[in-house]
């Protein structure tokens, strides 16, 4: 484990980035490193389009109204992108260059965990890093939650509140697929909070014909409409629809919701701990800790070595899921 | 043209149902009907489930209290159905004859052109009819507005407002399918209203490569995200996105809205409208009126013959067509 | 009546100001002027601050990107300003010579009629004006609607939406103070969109008793909650909660919705008629016209004389009114 | 302490009843209470209007259609209502015993510490009660969270967002009072994530002059605006407008939030916690437990006994203000 620890004062310049999938929350966050950074009295740098703007030495310095009026805003002001040339060695060693030749010795990279992998490079090269899970998917393992990932959750149920008028008047099947690759937690609390009857997650097998079952189950009840929830990780919901159709005859629309997930005016949730985690992010690099990414367990702010970050998997809430499965009989 | 004008007082007993496709404001509608009957001291009944309920016998009498507490709702309370039977001759007499027995003599329909054909075949068995257009896709003839179309093109404004936040960050190119089979009225309003680079609709035919020339000139002009509305008539989004990430080599996300744009609480306008031509019917049948649609001509609600309404297309608005692609160079 | 008709060319320079209070949609109409000046390949300056920036000489050359990512936002990117100076003959004269030193000889003024006035001092001195209506209170004479209109009424409705829920649970009146000092149209229109009890706007007058004889007759038919909308200009919504609830013996509620009707991310409603606005004034203004106001009527944009615009008053809808009032029985 | 423990089947019927103010996710909380009953296969009944309900005998026998399409409403479908009788023994008494010839045993209060007040009593008299913490105000001790908390610091924040898109256009500074009479939770989560200037509680002392010097040295920097969050509790935010004009001369308004802030529907944390605690309760009931409330604490479900839960404070997060102060500099 790397975790480096020296005197207060040792971090004279903080760089912050943000890197991979942008997430609502992620602004409110540069804005809390930024500020906490100027009321510390510490130089702070603003690294734009992650790791590729690094090696491209897109840098500028941040003053307290460089991030005014950008709490509210989704997406992020540092903007995104990958960067295939900061997986190799060399790159790394570059970016790494450019980081000491700007004065910078303390880096905040926001992210997932593809770029804490790149912050353990440029520590490796002396550098300073305190990573902070970004992500709407809250897939990081090694924290209960990541920023964006409320906001999500929101936009979800906001779409399956309007899905559910028009099922009502119809009688209806609606699938709507969510993000999640590797991960429903996306899926599992909007499913629950929306009342979905069926919600479908890479982490639990599932069968087509246990899904018409409940469908044809609440439907001979007099249910008025059904909606599935389906993390994209799980298979095609266009082909699930198709599937449900045949099987059951009851007619069936499918939604994707797609990149309306990534964005919106971030919820308070993530407005707050992103807020939290950026000001604390700086008093970490100024107590001269690294390697370190912040994370949220049991309802309080702690600190995970970024290794650590790289490996436990965050598993799916079973309990939540189970609950999920029993209201919306 | 089929319009019977008798005396105040013909109509004892009017029933109100809605058909095909719910939108936004049929609740706001028949909320209107059944207060403005009441007030008129008529007898006002409620038809479940459309003409598919009328043939059932699925009726009830509305009170003050039936629709209280409906206004801001989306779908509709009386909910709707399709219903082949009633494409035929002997579903329509059998739909009249349900009518007389339970003393309806006059009827509101609220719902697209293939309602108010059915509408058609009830007056020529002795029913008082009168058309409302409720339709998110705002292509009934005859009218420049239908209910729920003024909702929906907000709902797909917040969609893209939503993904242009994302889309910023990360330098990308966003394909959005919206509804629209056979009329582009919503892709154009909304991606006006959104400043959508482009907006392919069915009633302009299109050139892959003119949108990805447009595409590229944005892009290299330093334009940091690119929108581009389909209407659903147009073809497959998702092949669509295929194209242009190829021939562009600009990566490329493609979201289907789906039935989110059928849902939501209706806005003032869908309401105001709704309120308007739903008490206007009752009038129009207490006056003996009879073959009628209510529309919205140049800002005011007008009287047009049902007939008429089956038959002149609605056109899309070329100058506005022409206005977003100048404003969004 | 004040317009000149020259030739094409005849404007070399454009400048476009905000002024008054500032309305959702303004941005769009900043946007589209800005674009539209582009494309017909004339210079365009943007005025900060209304009058108070152009006496002070704040003005700037405007590109495309210069208003990229506004039509989303609230607000205006040029901000507004009351300006005292501005409404004296020197001021003005001294804001035509600030006009001319820059090069502008075209001007469009987005804002209230107050704004107007200052614009015709301007054109008095050889600017060519064309004025915007934009504000919320849709007060301005000589359109059936102003820019910002849309988006304060549907943003009450929402307020209301949210008040009903309470109300419901608790058997409570609601009273909601809402903007318009000297005009009921956003009480009128969110108060029948929302389906409130009663409306009291300062074109119409009211009897406090007859308002609560009609909430008590509600209330005795089992109406679990009642919403009185009150514009403004009628007087303090806490003094009349107190009456009511004295009178009535009813529990009584109040709330003052103040500047949060400014806000918010504008509808599609008002960002398209802001486009077109925007996009004519332009046009106007190369062929020649001045003195004209740009307006809505029976749905269509239309050319008013501003000196007709300071004058003729836009009345309540009367018809209107007294449905909200049959509807919400 | 009282609790009691017996064995599992001990409740043969519960009844669920909200009392005091409503709060958004009390219906997900009643849905919860009602399916899970039934999936325990014990009897349920609803009860409305909290105690006075309970005292006029309005109970109803509950199935899963009842709470079908519910959980996304704000509000509470049992309503609510005071009950001053209740407060006394002789009512208590009678409310136990309408319980008992109803054949209720075990009874799920959601609401405030009045309520569980009120529980206690009956608990007394042999019924076994749980406790489950509803009002948005988050100020019952025992636990982190109540329901509806979360809905309405995020309605405050939609306020603000609204409320900042004209501040900034005009230069103004903005006092916007939310709820909170005993306590600023909503003030200080929402004015945090809102990027508030300045935030006044009831459990912070504060000066006014400090609050007008922080308004001028922001302004001074250039800010165009300032937002200050006031909890009710802390006096009249009109009053307060009035006194930072005079002493900063700055140009003040002043929005009063009101009831909006208690309808909305609910968030996704506010219908998650609100089924975990409702399907909890019967659970508990059914083995046996008796006189404790469900609570949150760590980001973990926790039981806490009620009369516990009468008397800890749950102050205000020292650190969240203390960061709220240094974040918006």
Same mark, same amino acid.
């Given at each position: 484990?790397?975790?480096?620890?020296?005197?207060? /004062?040792?971090?004279?310049?903080?760089?912050?980035?943000?890197?991979?999938?942008?997430? $609502?929350?992620?602004?409110?966050?540069?804005?809390?490193?930024?500020?906490?950074?100027?009321?510390?009295?510490?130089?702070?740098?603003?690294?734009?389009? !992650?790791?590729?703007?690094?090696? &491209?030495?897109?840098?500028?310095?941040?003053?307290?109204?460089?991030?005014? *009026?950008?709490?509210?805003?989704?997406?992020?002001?540092?903007? +995104?992108?990958?960067?295939?040339?900061?997986?190799? $060695?060399?790159?790394?060693?570059? !970016?790494?260059?450019?980081?000491?030749?700007?004065?910078?010795?303390?880096?905040?990279?926001?992210?997932?965990?593809?770029?804490?992998?790149?912050?353990?490079?440029?520590?490796?090269?002396?550098?300073?890093?305190?990573?902070? $899970?970004? +992500?709407?998917?809250? *897939?990081?393992?090694?924290?209960?939650?990541?920023?964006?990932?409320?906001? &999500?959750?929101? +936009?979800?149920?906001? @779409?399956?509140?309007?899905?559910?008028?028009?099922?009502?008047?119809?009688?209806?099947?609606?699938?709507?697929?969510?993000?999640?690759?590797? &991960?429903?937690?996306?899926?599992?609390?909007?499913?629950?909070? !929306? /009342?979905?009857?069926?919600?479908?997650?890479?982490?639990?097998?599932? *069968?087509? *014909?246990?899904?018409?079952?409940?469908?044809?189950?609440?439907?001979?009840?007099?249910?008025?409409?059904?909606?599935?929830?389906?993390?994209?990780?799980? /298979?095609? @919901?266009?082909?699930?629809?198709?599937?449900?159709?045949?099987?059951?005859?009851?007619?069936?629309?499918?939604?994707?919701?797609?990149?309306?997930?990534? !964005?919106?005016?971030?919820? &308070?949730?993530?407005?707050?701990?992103?807020?939290?985690?950026?000001?604390?992010?700086?008093?970490?690099?100024?107590? /001269?800790?690294?390697?370190?990414?912040?994370?949220?367990?049991?309802?309080?702010?702690?600190?995970?070595?970024?290794?650590? @970050?790289?490996?436990?998997?965050?598993?799916?809430?079973?309990?939540?899921?189970?609950?999920?499965?029993?209201?919306?009989?």
């Amino acid at each position: 484990m790397l975790v480096f620890t020296g005197g207060i /004062g040792l971090v004279q310049h903080i760089g912050v980035l943000t890197s991979g999938g942008d997430a $609502p929350g992620m602004n409110a966050c540069v804005r809390a490193v930024v500020r906490m950074a100027i009321y510390r009295k510490v130089k702070i740098s603003g690294i734009m389009r !992650g790791y590729a703007g690094l090696l &491209a030495g897109e840098m500028k310095p941040m003053d307290l109204g460089s991030v005014g *009026d950008i709490i509210h805003r989704g997406g992020t002001l540092l903007r +995104t992108a990958r960067c295939k040339e900061f997986y190799e $060695p060399e790159g790394q060693e570059r !970016g790494a260059r450019r980081l000491q030749e700007a004065g910078i010795d303390g880096l905040v990279v926001i992210g997932g965990d593809g770029s804490f992998r790149g912050a353990q490079a440029l520590m490796r090269h002396g550098i300073s890093v305190i990573g902070i $899970p970004g +992500t709407i998917d809250n *897939d990081i393992p090694g924290t209960d939650y990541t920023i964006g990932f409320d906001t &999500a959750v929101n +936009t979800v149920l906001d @779409a399956i509140n309007k899905i559910r008028d028009t099922a009502t008047s119809h009688d209806r099947t609606n699938v709507i697929e969510v993000m999640g690759r590797r &991960a429903g937690h996306i899926a599992l609390l909007s499913g629950l909070a !929306g /009342g979905a009857e069926s919600i479908l997650v890479p982490e639990v097998p599932f *069968d087509v *014909d246990v899904v018409c079952a409940r469908l044809m189950r609440g439907h001979n009840r007099g249910k008025l409409h059904s909606i599935i929830l389906v993390a994209e990780g799980v /298979g095609s @919901a266009v082909e699930l629809g198709k599937q449900i159709e045949q099987k059951t005859g009851l007619e069936t629309r499918v939604t994707i919701l797609g990149h309306i997930q990534r !964005g919106g005016s971030p919820t &308070a949730t993530d407005r707050i701990w992103a807020s939290q985690m950026g000001s604390r992010a700086v008093d970490l690099l100024l107590a /001269g800790k690294s390697g370190l990414m912040l994370g949220v367990r049991r309802g309080e702010l702690v600190e995970v070595a970024l290794d650590k @970050a790289m490996t436990e998997r965050h598993g799916l809430d079973q309990e939540l899921y189970q609950l999920a499965g029993i209201l919306s009989i």
